[in-house]
Nanobody, 126 residues
Framework: QLQFVESGGGLVQPGGSLRLSCAAS????????INWFRQPPGKEREGVSC????????NYADSVKGRFTISRDNAKNTVYLQMNSLKPEDTGVYYC???????????????????WGKGTLVTVSS
């Protein structure tokens, strides 16, 4: 059974850090680019970051550049999103999604995703 599970969300104060994990079971992530999306309360889903299948290509939304770092451990079938210097506007449900890798790159475009996790809630508040 294919499963894609996010974890690591929670409540954190502004300026704090969280590390999100995205673990796959039932399939290998080796041939997929992995994307992180988020949906703030009352807003549309937006792309946050993505990493190519080999890890050699990464991309970030302007709003998180310099604060978030995406990485992957294919041996553990897991992708991570390290989030530092968190701001209240980072609040939302964070989803990971897999897309069939195209030349080792990634798109951060929702309609191209093959698999989605159910999300983990991140709340940044004092």
């Amino acid at each position: 059974q294919l499963q894609f599970v996010e974890s690591g969300g929670g409540l954190v104060q502004p300026g704090g850090s969280l590390r999100l994990s995205c673990a796959a079971s039932g399939f290998t992530l080796d041939y997929y680019a992995i994307n992180w999306f988020r949906q703030p309360p009352g807003k549309e889903r937006e792309g946050v970051s993505c990493i190519g299948s080999s890890g050699g290509f990464t991309n970030y939304a302007d709003s998180v550049k310099g604060r978030f770092t995406i990485s992957r451990d294919n041996a553990k079938n897991t992708v991570y999103l390290q989030m530092n210097s968190l701001k209240p506007e980072d609040t939302g449900v964070y989803y990971c999604a897999a897309e069939s890798s195209v030349h080792g790159m990634c798109t951060m475009t929702g309609e191209f995703m093959d698999y989605w996790g159910k999300g983990t809630l991140v709340t940044v508040s004092s």
